[in-house]
T-cell receptor, first 113, second 112 residues
Framework: LAKTTQPISMDSYEGQEVNITCSHN???????ITWYQQFPSQGPRFIIQ???TKVTNEVASLFIPADRKSSTLSLPRVSLSDTAVYYC??????????????FGSGTRLSIRP | SAVISQKPSRDICQRGTSLTIQCQVD?????MFWYRQQPGQSLTLIAT?????????ESGFVIDKFPISRPNLTFSTLTVSNMSPEDSSIYLC?????????FGPGTRLLVL
């Protein structure tokens, strides 16, 4: 089972770039890396997913080194509304019943003016 | 994407009673999941529910305590049985969206 490890909390300021790193030393060959964002009183929301190298979408970038034992979520020019908990998740694509879906402890990101 | 609703959004219950949480999806999905999120904690998968088959429970969760129904491809229920204060949590359902999961807003349960 690919357990993930993330920093418990991070602080930054508006307009800065924030990088959150997740360790997943036991990642399996068919596992994908997915990041979610969760606001209070809401369910997690998908941010980005990748398998290797770099993935970019309209809200974030995901950097995955060749050994895939870690990944870094990059949020460009954060705003106050990016204050949330960010979860790194490693699981097999398709979330088959045989795969274990394990959320990490999450990183509580606080953005200040 | 899928839009998911849950009922109730929150409830306060007495110990020893049971609560059934409903999860409705706006499209047909094969796999649905139920999670528990205790205050200030991460999400823990309770079970996977496929339509037409028995739910698959994760270690530490049993059917007698958390019976699940999956009568069709858009609906599921989770019952929290014989509740104790330790069951106070947020319960979330999610669906398999292919490359990701889509989550409902959660049901906030307080057991007194």
């Amino acid at each position: 089972l690919a357990k993930t490890t993330q920093p418990i909390s991070m602080d930054s300021y508006e307009g800065q770039e924030v990088n959150i790193t997740c360790s997943h030393n036991n990642i399996a060959t068919n596992d994908y890396i997915t990041w979610y964002q969760q606001f209070p009183s809401q369910g997690p929301r998908f941010i980005i997913q990748g398998y290797k190298t770099k993935v970019t979408n309209e809200v974030a970038s995901l950097f995955i080194p060749a050994d895939r034992k870690s990944s870094t979520l990059s949020l460009p020019r954060v705003s106050l509304s990016d204050t949330a908990v960010y979860y790194c998740l490693v699981a097999s694509a398709g979330y088959s019943s045989a795969s274990k879906i394990i959320f990490g402890s999450g990183t509580r990101l606080s953005i200040r003016p | 994407s899928a839009v998911i609703s849950q009922k109730p959004s929150r409830d306060i219950c007495q110990r020893g009673t049971s609560l059934t949480i409903q999860c409705q999806v706006d499209s047909q999905v094969t796999m649905m999941f139920w999670y528990r999120q205790q205050p200030g904690q991460s999400l823990t998968l309770i079970a996977t529910a496929n339509q037409g088959s028995e739910a698959t429970y994760e270690s530490g969760f049993v059917i007698d305590k958390f019976p699940i129904s999956r009568p069709n491809l858009t609906f599921s229920t989770l019952t929290v049985s014989n509740m104790s204060p330790e069951d106070s949590s947020i319960y979330l359902c999610s669906v398999d969206g292919g490359e990701t999961q889509y989550f409902g807003p959660g049901t906030r349960l307080l057991v007194l």
